[in-house]
């Protein structure tokens, strides 16, 4: 994956102040860097997975737009983490989803009278979504920023696109996690979800943008005027924010500490 991605695989910068370093071990033998901010207020409210877009930064994507500030001040305890590949993380297998999986085992384990809940930004949000179809973990919410609909779209129409939509039509979909989100939907009842959306976001269409509606309740899906891909944050900080912490604070209090799991 590092060849086929090696314009955005790789960025292994310094961390930010505040910050307390972990590696985890994921099922598929990966190695996963990642980072903690805990909360600034006690006690806690619950914890937040940050699942970070695909760029160069990583999981420090979120940190230097200053997430990790934001909800601990909220009374959070923050984990992001770099997906397989990026950063200091090494490529044990090939699912980006079975990351999700792991950080979110290894929250739960850290704090197991908190609810956690995902928060995914673009390609990151891409493979919670398909991480929870799998059954295999437990949020007490989740909460999706310009997810798109396809690897195919994503990744336009160069060599890396070819490959990715050859991928997500094939047997090997599943499996690399590359399945457009409708896959992996609707998702379960019961599981609190909120979708942010540019209305000028080229990797989502609104035809595409109405079937989220469909499947996830028109209230939980949101679209901003006169905003592309990941620009709602900086187009509309205050509303951003406000619709971020909103959420999470209702689904802390109304969920308490039961995290929704799938019954198998």
């Known amino acids: 994956?590092?060849?086929?991605?090696?314009?955005?695989?790789?960025?292994?910068?310094?961390?930010?102040?505040?910050?307390?370093?972990?590696?985890?071990?994921?099922?598929?033998?990966?190695?996963?860097?990642?980072?903690?901010?805990?909360?600034?207020?006690?006690?806690?409210?619950?914890?937040?997975?940050?699942?970070?877009?695909?760029?160069?930064?990583?999981?420090?994507?979120?940190?230097?737009?200053?997430?990790?500030?934001?909800?601990?001040?909220?009374?959070?305890?923050?984990?992001?983490?770099?997906?397989?590949?990026?950063?200091?993380?090494?490529?044990?297998?090939?699912?980006?989803?079975?990351?999700?999986?792991?950080?979110?085992?290894?929250?739960?384990?850290?704090?197991?009278?908190?609810p956690v809940h995902v928060l995914g930004a673009s390609f990151g949000a891409f493979h919670a979504l398909h991480a929870i179809a799998t059954g295999r973990t437990a949020f007490a919410s989740v909460l999706c920023d310009s997810v798109p609909a396809t690897v195919a779209r994503f990744f336009g129409s160069g060599v890396t696109g070819a490959v990715m939509r050859g991928m997500s039509t094939s047997r090997w979909a599943d499996v690399t996690g590359t399945r457009p989100i409708f896959r992996s939907l609707p998702l379960p009842d019961g599981l609190p979800r909120l979708l942010l959306f540019g209305a000028a976001d080229p990797f989502i269409t609104p035809a595409e943008v109405d079937r989220l509606r469909d499947a996830c309740g028109a209230g939980n899906v949101r679209v901003y005027p006169d905003c592309g891909h990941l620009e709602v944050r900086k187009a509309f900080p205050g509303a951003y924010r406000g619709a971020i912490l909103g959420f999470l604070d209702h689904s802390s209090s109304s969920k308490g500490h039961h995290s929704w799991h799938r019954t198998q």
């Open 1 to 114: 994956m590092r060849t086929l991605f090696k314009p955005v695989f790789g960025w292994r910068g310094d961390g930010k102040a505040g910050l307390e370093p972990f590696v985890h071990t994921g099922a598929d033998g990966s190695w996963l860097a990642g980072a903690v901010c805990t909360s600034r207020r006690v006690p806690a409210r619950g914890v937040v997975l940050l699942c970070h877009p695909f760029l160069k930064y990583g999981m420090h994507w979120f940190f230097n737009h200053g997430y990790h500030e934001w909800l601990a001040d909220a009374g959070y305890h923050v984990v992001g983490f770099d997906f397989k590949g990026f950063g200091r993380s090494t490529v044990g297998g090939v699912s980006f989803a079975e990351d999700v999986i792991a950080l979110g085992e290894w929250v739960r384990d850290c704090w197991p009278g908190l």
